[in-house]
């Protein structure tokens, strides 16, 4: 039920919603820790799901190009109160779609959540086929030797 979802870019606004979202989720193991600033500098990435009777930022995500054909979802969380709604599936449609809008035909995501991301398409991948991946944000992780994240693959 997305009728009364408005699916859009993410704006200044939406940074305080961004951080909660994610917080909120990393707190409970079902994601990584992003921090407010790594939102802010990513922020032209992001996209939110806002609901439109009450205005709230109800879930979020972020397409980061890796290389002409190759990016990442990251940071997708869905508020408790709206998931199994088919919020989360509908912005991952999104982000997919914008990655076909930026020509790049292979969309990966390093996640606890293997189930939802095999519903939309995604499967499953070593992680070593993604060396772009470790370039760019994992060598920053506290988790880098130790990775228990999944890492899958859609080809669009």
Known sequence: MTNNIEFRRANT??????????SSMASQGLMLTRSKYKIVTSLTSFFVAEDKETGKVIACGSLAPLWTDLCEICALAVHPVWQGRGIGAALVNSLVAEAERLKIN??????????????QGFETRDKNDFPRKLWRE?????KLEHCD????IKII
Do not use: R, W
Request: net charge negative; glycine share 0%; charged share 20%.
């Open 13 to 22: 606004d939406d940074v305080d919603s961004i951080y909660n979202l994610t």
């Open 106 to 119: 292979q969309v990966i995501t390093l996640t606890y959540q293997v189930k939802f991301f095999a519903k």
């Open 138 to 142: 994992c060598l920053e992780c506290p």
């Open 149 to 152: 994240e999944t890492a899958m």
